[in-house]
Nanobody, 121 residues
Framework: QVRLQESGPGLVAPSQTLSLTCTSVSGGSITTNSYYWNWVRQPPGKGLEWIGSMSYSGSASYSPSLKSRTSISRDTSKNHITLQLNSVTPEDTGVYYC????????????WGQGIQVTVSS
């Protein structure tokens, strides 16, 4: 059983950088062959939006709409993935999830519980 845990600040000021961490706390190394580790968000009243992913081999991919502001990195010694989203606005408010899928273009098989992030002064 894979358990993913998101962590980070729940409140970020406009124009600042949002930084979140997703830790695979059990059952899954982020370097296990084939798996991808994703960031997905859900603004209030809207659907899920894929932000980007980190592959088992260390390659990052980003949503075209967010690519200019997003960076995803990893720390294999801590078994975690980090999301940085720059120059945030209130439109970046939402619940941010970490999710795993067993390959590109495949469905997510495990999700974290999500973390609420509010962008406000």
């Amino acid at each position: 059983q894979v358990r993913l845990q998101e962590s980070g600040p729940g409140l970020v000021a406009p124009s600042q950088t949002l930084s979140l961490t997703c830790t695979s706390v059990s059952g899954g190394s982020i370097t296990t062959n084939s798996y991808y580790w994703n960031w997905v968000r859900q603004p209030p009243g809207k659907g899920l939006e894929w932000i980007g992913s980190m592959s088992y081999s260390g390659s990052a991919s980003y949503s075209p709409s967010l690519k200019s502001r997003t960076s995803i990195s990893r720390d294999t010694s801590k078994n975690h993935i980090t999301l940085q989203l720059n120059s945030v606005t209130p439109e970046d408010t939402g619940v941010y999830y970490c999710a795993r899928n067993p390959g590109p273009n495949r469905g997510f098989d495990y999700w974290g519980q999500g973390i609420q992030v509010t962008v406000s002064s």
